[in-house]
């Protein structure tokens, strides 16, 4: 009997549900589908999602057992703005629109009950994002939580470390990944702005592991033109000018083409030691505006002198593009030019004297 009981309580034991057992992971990401300004490259995406689609698959028909749910903000980005209307080929495709709505719906419905996971915005490759700049990852990861719990009205997790996949960046994606993100990060330290905020965060994108070397020379195309694009719109504008006295007032001119204010510093580096000219501080310039600064210059020595221009944060570190400001100064020796005035008012006596002389014999 006692060895009956035994087994039997070995058996219940056994069957219990192991309270350990792995919850089931939904991955939803794909490879990016817009490009920068919002349109769409293909329209792939609306295929996708439908039921029997790629991405529809994952939340249409599935059982409704405990789940975690690990998904990419920046596809559900791009499937909202999908849902609010788009064209594709330049006509309206109102049909993937409505996919958009519904597979959003359900995504909505199916994740209610579930672990939601935000994966670094874009879904980049977390190791080669960890090695390249691990700062950004903290940003990745912190964007895509807003964006997320913005999309679906409820409080999701960011963790680093559920990413799946490798993206073997060449050294020429690497520099212009970096270069775009210098400049990017550079430009928030001098001015607020969503589209800034937006860029660096798309810039993540192009370490997505789902990308063909096709798809990422594609994209990191269109984030590098976007990029010098928003870089263009917060600068000193280039110029020539002509300097003729030792001691000079430059007008330079600073445009601001975003929808907040900036104060800024100018750094100005002459190439050459025949002019001096000093920085200008805490310039504030305002939104959608020009504003001319005058900026003391002392020349040394006649001649052609280039001088850097770049902006630069409160911490004197320098952002944005380098402007290029071409000064020529012709300067006169004050010998010379006493000696020119000179000469030019004999001459001018002279001239007066002659006429008097030729009025004088006309009257004899």
């Excluded at 020529?328 to 004297?353: E, Q």
Aim: hydrophobic residues 45%; positive net charge.
């Amino acid at each position: 009997m006692r060895k009956i009981l035994v087994a039997l309580f070995t058996l219940s034991f056994l069957a219990m549900p192991s309270a350990q057992a792995e919850t089931p992971v939904i991955r939803i990401v794909d490879k990016p589908h817009t490009n920068f300004d919002g349109t769409f490259r293909n329209n792939e995406l609306a295929a996708s999602l439908l039921p029997n689609g790629k991405l529809g698959k994952l939340i249409f028909g599935q059982a409704s057992t405990k789940r975690t749910f690990v998904i990419d903000a920046a596809l559900i980005s791009e499937i909202e703005n999908m849902a609010d209307g788009y064209t594709f080929g330049g006509k309206e495709d109102a049909a993937g629109a409505q996919t958009a709505n519904n597979w959003l719906f359900r995504l909505k419905n199916v994740v209610a009950y579930n672990n939601v996971v935000a994966l670094p915005y874009g879904n980049p490759d977390e190791k080669l994002v960890k090695s390249l700049a691990p700062s950004e990852l903290k940003f990745y990861s912190s964007y895509a939580q807003l964006k997320l719990e913005k999309i679906l009205k409820r409080t999701v997790s960011a963790q680093n470390g559920w990413g799946a996949g490798t993206s073997r960046l060449g050294n020429e994606f690497i520099y212009s990944y970096t270069k775009n993100r210098r400049m990017l990060t550079g430009l928030s330290t001098i001015i607020s702005s969503d589209e800034i905020f937006k860029a660096r965060a798309r810039l993540a994108i192009v370490m997505n592991p789902l990308l063909t070397r096709e798809d990422r020379t594609y994209f990191n195309y269109n984030l590098t033109t976007a990029v010098e694009k928003l870089s263009d719109r917060l600068k000193v504008i280039p110029g020539r000018y002509q300097i003729t006295s030792k001691s000079a007032k430059l007008p330079i001119t600073l445009v601001n083409n975003f929808d907040t204010a900036s104060v800024v510093s100018v750094s100005l580096i002459p190439m050459n030691s025949r002019m001096q000219v000093e920085n200008i501080n805490n310039i504030t310039i305002a939104a959608k505006s020009r504003q001319q600064i005058l900026v003391p210059v002392d020349v040394i020595a006649p001649g052609s002198t280039l001088v850097l221009a770049q902006l630069m944060n409160s911490k004197g570190q320098l952002v944005g593009q380098v402007s290029k400001l071409n000064l020529t100064a012709t300067i006169i020796d004050s010998r010379v030019a006493w000696f020119t005035t000179g000469a030019a008012v004999l001459l001018f006596l002279g001239a007066v004297t002659q006429s008097v002389r030729r009025v004088r014999r006309s009257r004899k």
